[in-house]
C-alpha cells in the first residue's frame, strides 16, 4: 500500500540536498518572486499572464529553473494580490476577490498592517500546507489514472469542461459556449487517429494546429493589453502612504488555526475539479467560514477571519490543481494550463505514466514550491514600504513592456509567423470575450484538453466498437456518466433559477 509513496519519495534525500542549495536556483526564484509580485499588486494582471509571459525564456533553461521560474511567479503572485484587495479595495487578481469584502473595512479600521501580514503569511501557509498534502496523495492519484481507460479519461475531460463552463462567469450557456470554441480551436490541424484534416481550410500552416503557448499569450497577456488600454484607469494611493511596514498578528493566526484548516481541506477540493480555479475557490472557503464562524455578522465589515479564509483557500487551490494537471494531463485550473503547457517545453509529458518517465519529478516541484512560498513571505515583507510605488506605474508604460514579452515569448516557442499571427488573433479574441462578458477559462481549457479529450473518445469507440454497452459498465465510467448527467440538471436549473 505504501509502495506508490515510497517510490517517490526514495528521491527527496537526494534532491532536498541539491535543489535547496543551489545559488542558480535560489537566484532565479527571487527574481520569479520579485516579478510575480510586481504583476500581483498591480490591479488588472495576473498569475496566468505573468506565467505565460515567462513561457519564451523555459526552452532556453534547464527544467530546475523553469519549474523555479513558473512557481515563484505563480505562488507570488498568489501571495501579493490580496495585497491590492486590501489597500485600495480592488483585486489584484480574480482569485482574491473574496478579500476585498473584509480586506478593505479593516485596513479602514486601521489595521492594514495586521492584515496584510495575516494575507501573506496565510498565503504561504495554505502554500505550503497543499503541496505537502499532494506529496503524500500525487503517487496514489498516478496510480489510479493508470486504472482508467479511454472512456474514463474522455469522461473527465467532458467533466472538466461542464464544471468550469458552468463556474466560470455568471451564465451557464455562455460558459459552455466559451468551453465548446475552445474545443474546437483544439480539432484544427490532423488529427492523430488517421491524419485526418480539419478546419485547415486549405492553409498549409494550420496542418500543425494552433500553438498552444502563442494561443494562451494571447488570450491572457495580448487581451489583457488591449481591455486595460481601453478604459482609463487611474489610482489615489494617498491613503495607503503611511501603512509603512507590515506586521504578523501571531495571536489572530493563532485563534483562526481550524479556519484554514478547514480552508485547506475546501482549497484543495475545489483544486482537483478541473478548470475551476483560484477565483471560485476564495469564495467557496469565505463562504465554509462564515458557515463555521461564531461572529458571523463582522464578515463585510472586517474580519479576519474571512480575510484568512480566502487567502489560504485561493493559495490552496492554486497549489492543489496541479492534481489532476500532473496526473491526467487536465489543467486544474487557468494557471496550471500555463504549468502543463511549460513542463511540455521542458520535455515532460503530464499523464499517468509522468512518474515512470520522470521519477522525482513531484518530489521537485514540491521543494521547489516550499522555497517559492518562503521567498514570497520575505519579498513581500521587505518590499511593503515601496508598495505604494507599485499603485503609480501608469499602464501606457506597462502594456508596452508586455506586448513585446508576448511577441518574444510566441516567437521562441515556433520561430514562424504563424505562431505570431496566431498570438494576435487570440489577443483579439479574448479582448472581445471579455468585453462581451464570456470567460476566457473555459476556452483555454477546452483548447488544452481538446486533443486528450478527442483521441480518447475515438480509442474508445475503437476498443469498444463490438460490446459499446461495455464502456458504460465500468465502475470509473458509470461514476462519471452520474455524475455528468446530475450536473448537467443542475446547472439547467440553476440558470433557469437566476433568469427567474
Request: net charge positive; glycine share 10%; charged share 10%.
Amino acid at each position: 500500500m505504501l509502495g506508490p509513496l515510497l517510490r517517490e519519495w526514495s528521491h527527496f534525500p537526494e534532491l532536498l540536498a541539491t535543489i535547496p542549495t543551489s545559488g542558480t536556483i535560489w537566484a532565479v526564484l527571487l527574481i520569479a518572486v520579485l516579478l510575480g509580485y510586481i504583476i500581483g499588486v498591480l490591479p488588472g494582471l495576473g498569475a496566468t499572464m505573468g506565467m505565460a509571459l515567462m513561457l519564451g525564456f523555459i526552452p532556453r533553461i534547464p527544467p530546475e529553473h523553469g519549474i523555479a521560474l513558473m512557481m515563484g511567479v505563480l505562488i507570488s503572485c498568489m501571495s501579493s494580490s490580496g495585497i491590492t484587495s486590501i489597500l485600495i479595495n480592488i483585486p489584484g487578481t480574480a482569485a482574491s476577490a473574496a478579500t476585498v469584502l473584509d480586506g478593505y473595512p479593516l485596513f479602514k479600521q486601521g489595521k492594514g498592517k495586521e492584515v496584510i501580514g495575516a494575507s501573506v503569511v496565510c498565503s504561504a501557509i495554505g502554500t505550503i500546507s497543499a503541496i505537502l498534502a499532494i506529496l503524500v496523495i500525487q503517487p496514489y492519484i498516478f496510480t489510479i489514472a493508470l486504472m482508467l481507460g479511454d472512456w474514463e479519461v474522455f469522461l473527465f475531460c467532458v467533466f472538466g469542461v461542464l464544471i468550469c463552463g458552468a463556474l466560470a462567469g455568471n451564465n451557464l450557456w455562455k460558459g459552455l459556449a466559451s468551453a465548446v470554441l475552445g474545443l474546437t480551436f483544439a480539432m484544427v490541424g490532423l488529427e492523430t487517429v488517421q491524419a485526418v484534416r480539419r478546419f485547415t481550410f486549405g492553409v498549409p500552416t494550420l496542418l500543425i494546429g494552433i500553438p498552444e503557448v502563442a494561443a494562451l499569450l494571447g488570450l491572457f497577456g495580448l487581451s489583457e493589453v488591449f481591455y486595460v488600454l481601453r478604459k482609463e484607469s487611474k489610482i489615489n494611493n494617498e491613503a495607503i502612504r503611511g501603512v509603512g511596514w507590515f506586521v504578523i498578528p501571531f495571536k489572530t493566526l493563532k485563534d483562526n488555526i481550524w479556519n484554514m484548516v478547514r480552508s485547506v481541506f475546501a482549497g484543495l477540493w475545489v483544486g482537483f475539479l478541473p478548470g475551476i480555479g483560484e477565483s471560485a475557490a476564495c469564495w467557496v472557503c469565505y463562504d465554509v467560514a462564515k458557515r463555521n464562524s461564531k461572529d458571523k455578522e463582522k464578515f463585510g465589515k472586517g474580519s479576519f477571519e474571512g480575510v484568512i479564509a480566502a487567502e489560504t483557500g485561493n493559495s490552496v487551490s492554486s497549489v492543489g490543481s496541479l492534481i489532476p494537471s500532473l496526473s491526467l494531463g487536465i489543467p486544474g485550473s487557468a494557471t496550471t494550463a500555463v504549468f502543463i503547457a511549460a513542463l511540455f517545453l521542458m520535455d515532460y509529458r503530464p499523464g499517468p505514466t509522468l512518474l515512470q518517465m520522470a521519477p522525482g519529478l513531484v518530489v521537485k516541484i514540491a521543494i521547489i514550491t516550499v522555497m517559492a512560498a518562503l521567498a514570497s513571505v520575505v519579498v513581500a515583507f521587505a518590499m511593503s514600504k515601496a508598495v505604494t510605488k507599485f499603485f503609480t506605474i501608469p499602464h501606457e508604460y506597462l502594456m508596452p513592456i508586455v506586448v513585446v514579452l508576448c511577441v518574444v515569448g510566441a516567437w521562441g516557442t515556433g520561430f514562424t509567423k504563424h505562431h505570431i499571427i496566431v498570438l494576435f488573433v487570440f489577443g483579439l479574441i479574448g479582448y472581445v470575450m471579455k468585453v462581451r462578458d464570456f470567460a476566457v477559462a473555459p476556452m483555454v481549457l477546452g483548447l488544452l484538453i481538446g486533443s486528450i479529450l478527442d483521441v480518447s473518445f475515438r480509442r474508445a469507440l475503437i476498443l469498444y466498437a463490438q460490446e459499446p454497452l461495455t464502456m458504460f459498465t465500468r465502475p470509473f465510467g458509470m461514476f462519471f456518466t452520474v455524475v455528468l448527467v446530475a450536473l448537467f440538471v443542475m446547472g439547467v436549473k440553476s440558470s433557469k433559477t437566476k433568469k427567474t
